[in-house]
């Protein structure tokens, strides 16, 4: 078969799938009429687990929703519970029935006949805005709006759905009702509110610290080798500030190259007083992308942003990068999807980069996989948000960032790390957005670099708007020489299916990214690129399979022309992990190439990973392949295995095979390899981390590395006098666990109270608390609501978990006159001797009440002072009781009342 019948057959493979995809996208119907609707599916990629937020009150910690890049899906029956509002929803016959805010507001749904009522009035609905899911009844969020008066504003960077209400929420009554009284605690759970816990800011902390080594020994042909790649790195608090440095060293360097840098970061964007700064550094920085212009170049120098920490600079494409140990790989998932993988051999210079990865319309969680020497797997999560939201009408951000390009701080070689013609060489990069209405915003920038020795100056301007549930952006470029360059994209989302087209033109414009697109070494004047990410039916299964294209024709300023072909299609299905991915390219003269590579992965007890690449020319089919195994035989012990194959002039066949054990306290492995040409190399790694934890004032060593990350110290306690606070009497209290995504369920505290919780992610929400399943005496419960953090990089915030021990009180309350008769409906009030209530409970039909899990102590049980004053009744003395270890349960504690004397 001849090139171009091979790449001809490629071509139709994907076009296929393309048009597949499309028909997928817009195929989908609806059914109106008398018939019900078909159960709704959705794909992972829209599924959303967020926390529902009124006024900083948590009235929900997670709820699932769907957002699909145009529409916020929000489940009926949850959020009916959420907000108290008394709606009965049946997914079965798609039907709803009830009433929200109170009784005189009924509501019922019939998606049988697209119908529902509000406030006694009937009328029809679209019914793409309603879908019939197992678990509930989907809504989106503007008929949320339109039925209910409930504004609802997802925040997706926190994980927070706010919500606006166009009249109190039965909780706000009862809240309102009760200010008159003191403070209720967390019994009562009635819109807890959120205190965020700030890490100290002191001057100085001491800092955790990575250390890998990695050393090797080679033999190839007569020529011996010898190697040792030494990575640390150091990160803390000083003066205030985050600080970082990486040292990359190899023996054939007399000196070490160093990475640092210093700065804040603020979620709230309160840094540097009137600039709002989100973020400023001075040393290891990146230069951001900008369209039609720069690229994204890492380097020494200063960096000040007001952006959002997590806001994309290019919402079409994002460059990951970061400090890659020795000996240590890294593979790249964007949602599931395998995207490809680097070692340290990579980039080099003891670092990954990935550079313009793809971004998709809606959620792109991009998860780092990073396997160590000694069979160590740690990840990294990172969410970006692509949506039609804008800047806020009237505010400003700016970035400015200057650095010499592919240069570390301290760098003993001549040119950068990667040795190019430009490196070394000073980089300036100004951007603003602002925004001038809900749906427009405006932005700019000011580019000042050197390419291929040449200094050039550029200025953009350009506009954003969101358009028919689309991101539209349009850029305008001009270069100092005269030329220009003019440029657009639009992001949307069709059923479940990520749409991007890029078109841009360059006319006598020269910059990074025109230079990228050459034709044989002729400049580019014309650019386009169409993008698909979906999914399709699995083949004898019913688990989708997502599957990416990307189309792009150029035409050169000559007339020549090149098109490229690109497609992707994984599968996921624990524990298995694969792409098959296509690269193909045809240029106006005949020229032509193609290659086929299969990346693969697995998890579980043996982990493997490999990748096979297939070139079809005449010459060569079969290029590269490799197979690596990791056998976990023991709990902290494993073997290691590989094959390598390269088809070049010998064949050469690689075997490599290996042993490490996890320590306590450090990670140590070794491994051997030979070829076919009887070459051979042994290792020895060594790696462990130290982190300084104030709750005991000691430093903990770890073979698990985690200094760039943030650390908890936490301490749980039996509190024995109910004041919070860790003092003479109280009990520090053995294994017990915590819950919260970011802390893993095996951390246990010790002997002492005391658990270091190393490696939290941080400017991210933390959420943690102790779980009440692990406390060993069922009538313990932990003092506090659940803490959110955000946490600092390389600093350990001290936590305290207070315990309380509880018990129980039950009576009746009764009307005293001639004949004792029981009152239902009363509201019992425990009152502590500060005055505060620590429980609210509600007599039943028969008079009876029960109040549990109330903290040891001396109460008073009275009635709620407005409803007494408002029934006419007064109570008669007091009840006041004692909870204690000695009496932890009271009965028969009687509350009566009478008629008030006039």
């Known amino acids: 078969m ?227 790649n030494q990575t640390a790195t150091i990160a803390g608090v000083i003066g205030e500030l985050d600080a970082e440095a990486t040292m990359y060293r190899q023996k054939d360097n007399s000196r070490p190259d160093i990475r640092a840098r210093v700065g804040r970061k603020s979620v709230a964007g309160d840094l540097l007083g009137p600039l709002n700064a989100h973020e400023y550094a001075l040393g290891d920085i990146a230069t951001p992308s900008i369209p039609l212009i720069s690229d994204n170049v890492a380097g020494r120098g200063v960096l000040v942003s ?172 001009l270069d100092q020489s005269g030329g220009f360059a003019v440029g657009g994209t639009v992001q949307t989302s069709i059923n479940s299916w990520s749409v991007t087209a890029e078109q841009n033109w360059f006319e006598d414009f020269v910059s990074e990214k025109s230079e990228d697109l050459s034709i044989n070494g002729e400049a580019v004047f014309s650019e386009t690129v169409l993008r698909l990410f979906g999914s399709v039916p699995g083949f004898g299964s019913s688990k989708r399979l997502p599957v990416s294209t990307r189309v792009s024709y150029q035409i050169g300023e000559n007339g020549a022309w090149l098109t490229d072909l690109d497609g992707r299609i994984s599968y996921y299905a624990y524990p298995l992990n694969f792409a098959l991915e296509s690269n193909n390219w045809i240029r106006s003269d005949g020229v032509s190439y193609s290659d086929l590579s299969l990346i693969g992965s697995t998890s579980g007890e043996v982990r493997l990973r490999g990748i096979v690449n297939f070139t079809p020319s ?41 042993l490490y054990h996890n320590f306590e306290h450090f990670n140590l492995g070794t491994s051997f390899n030979m070829d076919t040409e009887r070459n051979y190399g042994m290792s020895l790694s060594l790696s462990f981390s130290l982190g300084h934890d104030p709750m005991n004032d000691r430093i ?50 010790s002997k002492d109270g005391s658990a270091f919780i190393p490696g939290i992610a941080p400017y991210r929400r933390v959420n943690i608390e102790v779980n009440e399943k692990t406390l060993e005496d069922p009538s313990w419960l932990p003092a506090d609501p659940p803490k959110h953090l955000y946490l600092r990089p390389g600093l350990t915030t001290d936590l305290y978990f207070p315990v309380v021990e509880t018990g129980d009180v039950d009576g009746w309350v009764l009307i005293k006159g001639t004949e004792a008769k029981p009152a239902s409906g009363i509201q019992l009030l425990i009152v502590n001797e500060k005055g505060d209530t620590v429980a609210q409970v509600e007599s039943a039909f028969d008079g009876y009440y029960y109040a549990g899990d109330v903290p040891y102590g001396n109460y008073s049980i009275i009635v709620d002072p407005e409803q007494l004053e408002k029934l006419g009744y007064e109570m008669v003395g007091t009840q006041s009781i004692e909870l204690n270890s000695d009496e932890p349960s009271l009965l028969d504690r009687n509350v009566e009342i009478t008629a008030a004397q006039q």
């Open 306 to 477: 007001s952006y959002g920490l997590n806001e994309l600079n290019q919402t079409n494409q994002i460059t990951l990068r970061g400090n890659l140990a020795a000996g240590w790989e890294v593979e790249l998932f964007r949602n599931e999807e395998l995207l490809g993988f680097q070692t340290g051999q990579s980039v080099g210079g003891g670092r990954y980069e990935f550079q313009d990865v793809p971004t998709l319309f809606g959620l792109n969680v991009f998860r780092l996989v990073f396997y160590g020497p000694q069979g160590q797997m740690r990840e990294q999560t990172e969410e970006y948000f692509v949506t039609t939201a804008l800047s806020k009408p009237g505010e400003t951000a700016f970035r400015l960032a200057v650095n010499q390009a592919e240069t570390d701080l301290f760098s003993f070689e001549e040119t950068g790390y990667n040795e190019s013609v430009d490196a070394g060489k000073e980089r300036v990069v100004f951007q603003m957005e602002h925004g001038l209405t809900d749906i427009v915003s405006v932005r700019g920038s000011f580019v000042s670099l050197h390419l291929d020795g040449e200094r050039h100056d550029y200025v953009s301007t350009g506009v954003r708007t969101s358009l028919l549930g689309s991101l539209v952006n349009l850029d305008l470029g």
């Open 700 to 749: 903990e060593m770890r073979g698990d590395q985690f200094a760039r990350n943030s650390a908890i110290g936490a301490k749980v306690f039996l509190d024995k006098n109910n004041d919070g606070q860790f003092n003479l009497g109280d009990e520090p209290i053995e294994n017990v666990g915590f819950s919260g995504g970011a802390v893993p369920d095996t951390v246990k505290t």
């Open 618 to 658: 005449e010459d060569r089919f079969f290029n590269y392949s490799s197979l690596y195994a990791d056998w976990s035989f023991a709990q902290n012990s494993g073997l290691t295995g590989g094959v390598q194959y390269s088809n070049n002039e010998t064949n050469t066949v690689l075997f490599s095979t290996g």
């Open 2 to 228: 001849t090139v171009t019948m091979r790449i001809f057959c490629l071509y139709c493979i994907f076009a296929i799938t393309s048009l597949y995809g499309l028909q997928m996208a817009y195929g989908a119907e609806t059914v109106i009429g008398s018939s019900l609707p078909d159960w709704s599916e959705r794909s992972d990629e829209e599924l959303f687990v967020m926390t529902v937020v009124q006024d900083r009150h948590v009235l929900s910690p997670g709820v699932v929703v769907y957002y699909d890049g145009t529409d916020l899906l929000l489940p009926l029956g949850e959020m009916a519970k959420v907000l108290e509002f008394s709606i009965s929803v049946d997914p079965s016959t798609g039907t709803a029935q009830g009433w929200y805010f109170n009784s005189d507001h009924q509501f019922a749904l019939d998606m049988r006949n697209n119908l529902v009522t509000v406030a006694g009035v009937e009328h029809k609905y679209d019914p793409a805005k309603v879908e019939r899911h197992g678990s509930d009844i989907y809504i989106a969020a503007s008929e949320w709006e339109q039925w209910f008066g409930i504004l609802l504003t997802a925040e997706f960077q926190q994980q927070e759905i706010e919500i606006e209400t166009s009249q109190p929420l039965p909780y706000e009554i009862r809240a309102e009702q009760e200010k008159r009284r003191s403070g209720i605690s967390r019994y009562t759970d009635d819109g807890e509110e959120i205190t965020y816990t700030e890490p100290p800011n002191d001057f100085f902390e001491w800092p955790f610290v990575d250390v890998s080594i990695f050393g090797s020994n080679s033999k190839s042909g007569s020529n011996e080798y010898s190697q040792v």
